[in-house]
């Protein structure tokens, strides 16, 4: 019998396995999070809420309706933790780490899922890869985790020790869920270097991406380093300072965000919402108090996102990169698109186009039908969209809807969030598994522009 399924299985497509792969798993955390050991019972928890915050877990968006400390028990913040965990590694990363501890071989068609999920070109070094991803994810939660553990333990106690390493899986896995309470959450450390700076370095190093990781951890030289590995970089070094300085300079004044603190902590806030708005989507103030400019621009931060291969979300960040790179090459006359002395491949040049045009459309799509299905609207346009790339991008920022959807919205943001988890590569790849046509036809100009 289990031959036969297996068999079965073995001939859907491999983009089909992968999203089946991750709807199955967010329906066991929805049953999970539905058991009375999970819940404390302040708050009726329905069916559709318990899968709206697994696929939200899951998916490391973070888009809650429940505060985790009041609402769920200690099992039920431990179920939280492992589907966050396994939803930041992928589906098919931790059953190729069962596989690989129980001593099985990893068959060729488990390297293709790997390698798919990824969106990578080749099979080879799959298994490494793994151990690299699982050994690098172990790593650094744990040393986050002993230095959050030590600080909270002095302020709380022992239960310190369990929300320094909860919330150090938290910040690399990109999920941005707390288990502070809905009166403190991360407001209160805005004025903490030391909780904010490793949460900083946390979400960092896991929305730089696995690969760009071990490049850095076998290469201590930047010329030994990869021309992937050193886009990812210098988009950070673009990225971060640029998000510090529109959050200082629109919200520095604000009283209801960054207004009433010192001007260093203004500086460190700055920094922590920078980092924290295309990868984690925790924050330190109540994202609807923002001015309409910030809104805007952190709209298209989170449209960003984080590097590939990376356990946050968004177009990516060597998307929007190459797309950038491609239109100043277009300007100044230039057929190739060079970095760091490489040319690059024409193909990643159109990959790049067709992410960013689905992406968009999906996200406007979702935004308008947000909109829409709310039939007392009391939200204009703009607080649809946002909540919309919030999904889609998995950042998790809301403007504070979530408790206020009806039932169709709520299935719409949790599509939005299942795209955004599994990619729209991956997407695309899932309806396109005929095989290509040899047929070509004659070749034609269209005018443009």
Sequence with gaps: MMRKLFNALSQLHRGVLICGGFAAFMLFGA?????????????????LDALFMSVSIVSVTGMSMFDLKTDF????????????QVGGLGIMTMMAMVGISRGRKIRLQERLLIRDSFNLQTPSGMVMLVRKIILMTLSIEFCA???????????????G???????????????????????????GMAANPLVSTVVCISMLL????????????????????????????????????????VYF???????ATLGHLSTAEKWQSAFFMSISSRMAGFTLFDIHAMNNATGL??????????????????????????????????????KDVVIFHKRVDPECLVKASNVFTLATVLTFLTAMMVFLLEPASHFDFEDALFEAVSAFSTVGFSMGLTTEWNIPCKIVIMVAMFI???????????????PKSQIKYPKENIVIG
């Design 161 to 187: 020790i369990y929300q320094g390493y909860w919330h150090a899986v938290s910040a690399f896995t990109n999920c941005g869920m707390d288990i502070m309470g809905n009166d403190v959450g991360f407001a």
């Design 145 to 159: 985790g002993t230095i959050l553990a030590a600080y909270f333990f002095t302020q709380n106690g022992w239960i």
């Design 73 to 84: 028990t200690i099992f039920g913040q431990l179920v939280v933790l492992f589907l966050m």
């Design 420 to 434: 955004g988890r599994i990619g729209v590569m991956t997407l695309a790849i899932t309806f396109a598994g005929r």
């Design 206 to 245: 896991g929305g730089v991406g696995f690969i760009a990781l071990d490049d850095l951890l076998k290469h201590h030289r930047w010329s030994a380093l990869t021309l992937n590995s050193k886009f990812i970089l210098v988009m950070e070094m673009i990225l971060i300072p640029l998000g510090v300085i």
């Design 297 to 334: 621009i952190i709209m298209l931060f989170m449209f960003i996102g984080a590097a590939p291969v990376s356990t946050a979300g968004g177009i990516r960040t060597t998307t929007i990169g190459l797309l950038l790179l491609s239109l100043w090459s277009w300007i100044r006359g230039r």
């Design 31 to 47: 049953l999970l999070l539905m058991l009375p050991i999970s819940q404390t019972g302040t708050k009726e928890v329905s069916f």
């Design 249 to 255: 300079l629109l919200e520095g004044n604000n009283p």
